[in-house]
């Protein structure tokens, strides 16, 4: 910032400079052969001294020629100015939005479950933008300022009397517009607040748009998101006014007062008229400094509900990042156990009370029991998702608290009930973007065959190339999970963790999945959620839920022969 300090001053400097030379110039108006003495012209003697001094004769071409190298250094130096700005801006912009990826990538899952799904979305976009033009702004403020300064001393030494009756002027009028700024800082967080709920809202018709258009609610809903759009354009309105108010108003005001103090100058202090023009020059300059730095100081204000806005979204990120040990997890190599666990949101109300169980590596395990009886949250805790309130979760042994928990996550294969699909080819979403080395082909094709899609992928045109669609929408349900598992396989994982992985699948298609899941029993840690309890037949054990606690546990059939709740399931589900 510095160096673009610097770079403004000497835009200022040397544009005062070559404007300078133009009362010389008005002398050789009247006898073009004549030569410019440097005596008579007030404190700009000094710099007719200096050319004398070098031995510079100032006749007119000699004027002429100072005049055209003082505002040719003028334009190096505008190129220099805006040249380090498009650099500082970018710099910013890029370091801004490096630091929201890093932020949000560490962020932890309980503070997302608690968070607004449209401030994050408005934080983002809109406000990264918002946010980037304030830095606009902001780098304008300072060259604008720096300019202003450099002509109001000019001014000041070529004539100060005068100088200071204008920057009197200047300081008085500056006060009718600080209420105005004020009320553009109040709009700017209003603002703030509209973008974040519309965002919010905006994310939600998208979701449920089905169920929208399925009860013809939609109109109801849009009528809604219009009164927002309605409120947003309300304040913006208010802004833009307020923006033209002191747009217009500044330069009627500004020449009043020069105009004002020129008549007192000259009337009542009896002022030298010459000296006056020159310091009117830069007042002049000046002017349209202050004018553009007002115009960007209010624009910076009506972006302050934004920065503030940034700054504690990153904040809240920081503040609510994933805790994590520095221990490596290389591999599974015995078993996970829960001790004494339990869990709270940060509401204080009870999910799991006292779990303790083990499951050994390669056991095929599954968690079952009414929903909100706590298999999610279970599940969450033991691939790092949430952090136990109390009791610990050991690996091989090791606390989870003392893992590097990203490795630990690496080593997870998670397959929810609705497909994680991204818009782009088969290939791209099993690997998730991995190069088509002859390594990675060789465990995308195997990932492929574990996952029963060999046949489907060679009856399509394009292969592995194959675009999917916007959440897989050219896809059956069942060759999204199919997608979802190869994903899973391919990053060679020690741990499955099924999450109602076949609930949304038809019967068929959901017995060829279970058939497909049945066939890696033995190679991986599987841990099934279920809902529908003929799927979890073949698990080597089942832990049964109510109200947070593990009331039951044992295989399939043992769970039939000696508990009342299980039985009860079944009975419900006619298995």
Request: glycine share 6%.
């Amino acid at each position: 910032m510095f160096i673009l300090v610097i770079a403004s001053v000497l835009v200022g400097l040397l544009d005062g400079l070559g404007l300078a030379m133009f009362l010389p110039l008005i002398e050789l108006f009247a006898d073009a052969n004549a030569v410019v003495s440097s005596e008579g012209h007030g404190n700009f003697t000094y710099l007719l001294k200096a050319f004398d001094s070098l031995g510079i004769t100032l006749n007119l071409a000699t004027v002429l020629i100072i005049m055209f190298v003082f505002f040719v250094f003028k334009g190096l130096s505008i190129f220099l100015v805006r040249y380090l700005r498009v650099l500082y801006q970018q710099y910013f912009v890029a370091k801004t939005r490096l630091d929201c990826v890093d932020a949000l990538s560490n962020y932890s899952y309980e503070g997302y479950v608690t968070s607004d799904a449209g401030v994050i979305q408005n934080a983002l976009t809109g406000e990264a933008d918002r946010l980037m033009q304030s830095f606009v702004n902001y780098t304008d403020m300072i060259q604008q300022f720096m300019m202003l300064l450099t002509y109001v001393v000019l001014a000041v030494l070529s004539s100060p009397e005068f100088a200071l009756l204008i920057v009197i002027g200047a300081v008085l009028s500056n006060l009718i517009f600080t209420t105005l700024y004020r009320k553009t800082k109040v709009l700017s967080k209003e603002l703030v607040q509209g973008n974040n709920s519309f965002q919010g809202y905006i994310i939600q018709a998208v979701v449920f748009f089905k169920y929208l258009k399925a009860t013809s609610t939609m109109p109801m809903y849009s009528q809604f998101l219009k009164n927002k759009v309605v409120d947003i354009e309300r304040t913006n309105r208010k802004m833009g006014v307020l923006s033209s108010v002191m747009l217009g108003a500044k330069e009627p005001i500004t020449i009043g007062i020069v105009l004002l103090v020129i008549y007192i100058q000259v009337t009542l202090l009896e002022g030298v008229f010459s000296a006056i023009v020159l310091s009117l020059l830069f007042f002049y300059r000046g002017l349209t400094a202050m004018n553009t730095l007002q115009n960007s100081y209010n624009q910076f204000l009506g972006k302050m509900g934004s920065i503030e806005n940034m700054n504690a979204f990153v904040l809240n990120l920081k503040e609510k990042a994933t805790k994590t040990g520095t221990l490596q997890f290389e591999q599974l190599l015995s078993d996970i156990e829960v001790k004494d666990l339990s869990f709270a949101y940060a509401n204080g109300v009870p999910i799991l009370k006292s779990i303790s169980l083990t499951i050994k590596k390669n056991e095929s395990i599954a968690f079952v029991g009414e929903s909100g009886s706590g298999k999610t949250t279970l599940l969450n805790l033991i691939s790092g998702l949430l952090t136990p309130t109390n009791g610990s979760i050991y690996i091989d042994g090791i606390n989870t608290n003392t893992l590097n928990i990203a490795t630990f996550q690496q080593r997870i294969g998670y397959i929810t009930q609705e497909p994680v699909l991204f818009d782009d080819t088969i290939y791209n979403n099993v690997t998730l973007w991995s190069p088509k080395t002859a390594e990675n082909l060789k465990k995308f094709n195997k990932a492929i065959e574990q996952s029963n899609l060999t046949h489907f992928l060679a009856q399509t045109i394009e292969k592995e190339n194959t675009p999917v669609g916007s959440n897989g929408v050219s896809l059956s349900g069942g060759q999204k999970q199919r997608i979802t598992i190869a994903r899973e396989l391919f990053k060679e994982v020690d741990f499955l963790l099924l999450d109602e992985a076949t609930s949304a699948l038809d019967s068929e298609t959901e017995n060829t999945i279970q058939q497909n899941i049945e066939q890696l029993k033995g190679q991986y840690t599987i841990i099934t959620i279920a809902h529908r309890l003929a799927t979890i037949k073949n698990a080597d054990r089942v832990f049964v839920f109510d109200k947070g606690r593990v009331i039951d546990s044992g295989s399939y059939e043992e769970l039939l022969e000696h508990s009342i709740a299980f039985k009860k399931m079944i009975s419900y589900q006619k298995v």
